[in-house]
């Protein structure tokens, strides 16, 4: 009834994050959830940064989300990998959004905190042969971060970069994971989207998970295109994301002090 439930919910709820719940059901009554991860960082609606865990979230909200929706996927029938979005408000009510019937770009960050494969366990429902393991076998394993890495030039109001990537590196090292299609002498067409890879970091906290990004993103290097890099650098250092204490109007208020600041990036 009111259109686009995200616009919404920004203009009548007080300080709203974006809190998902990744699901697996096998249709037959049998469902686990593989905990919650916090994509608040956004501009236009689209996601730029996941995080899982969610930071800052209460024990008893963390448990109530997680059990609801897995109660939602069960009501249904699901059968497949999904993810189940709520938003939340400053009062910790969170409010349901969507399911959406497929796996998502920022499942690695939910494979990197669980040590469970989504696509494999997405395989094997498929099959019929389940999810291939319980509730109980899932343990939460440190802290993950997803850096969208976009073609666009954040100096130019992210308009899009296509070309042909000259130099291209990767990063590495412990905790980092790159999911991407890249090559030196590729060349980024005009007509698709316009995400160029995943970069996931891990670390035993979220502080680790922080200083790993942080290192990760220094060392890519995809060039001579644009790329929302130096714009993910900032998001990342800024006080609000440091301390777990943001929600969907943090890339705006960055954008708006970067219109006062003479070195834009």
Known sequence: AFGDPTM?????IL??????????????????????????VQRRHQKLIEE?????LLPEVRNSIHESAVKIAKAI??????????????????YFMELNARIQVEHPVTEMISGQDLVKAQLSIAMGDGIGFQQADIQQQGHAIECRINAEDP?????????????YRSPGGFGVRLDTHLYSG?????????????????????REAIHTMRRALHELTIEPVK???????????????????????????????????????
């Open 77 to 94: 029938g699901y059968r497949n990998a999904g993810t189940v979005e709520f938003l939340l408000d400053a009062d910790n009510q969170f």
């Open 155 to 167: 100096a130019m109001d992210f308009v899009p970069s296509p070309g042909t990537i000259e130099t």
């Open 8 to 12: 919404y919910v920004e203009k009548y």
């Open 186 to 206: 590729y060349e980024i067409p005009i007509y698709y989207d316009s995400l160029l890879g995943k970069l996931i970091a891990w670390g035993g906290t979220r």
């Open 52 to 56: 899982a865990p969610s930071p800052n």
């Open 227 to 265: 790329t929302t890099t130096p714009f993910l650098l900032r998001v990342i250092r800024h006080d609000d994301f440091m301390n777990g204490k943001y929600d969907l109007d943090l890339v705006q208020k960055i954008l708006d002090n970067l219109e006062n600041q003479e070195d834009g990036f």
């Open 15 to 40: 300080r709203p994050r974006h809190i998902e719940v990744q699901i697996l059901c096998d249709g037959k009554g049998d469902a686990v959830h593989l905990f919650e991860r916090n994509c608040s």
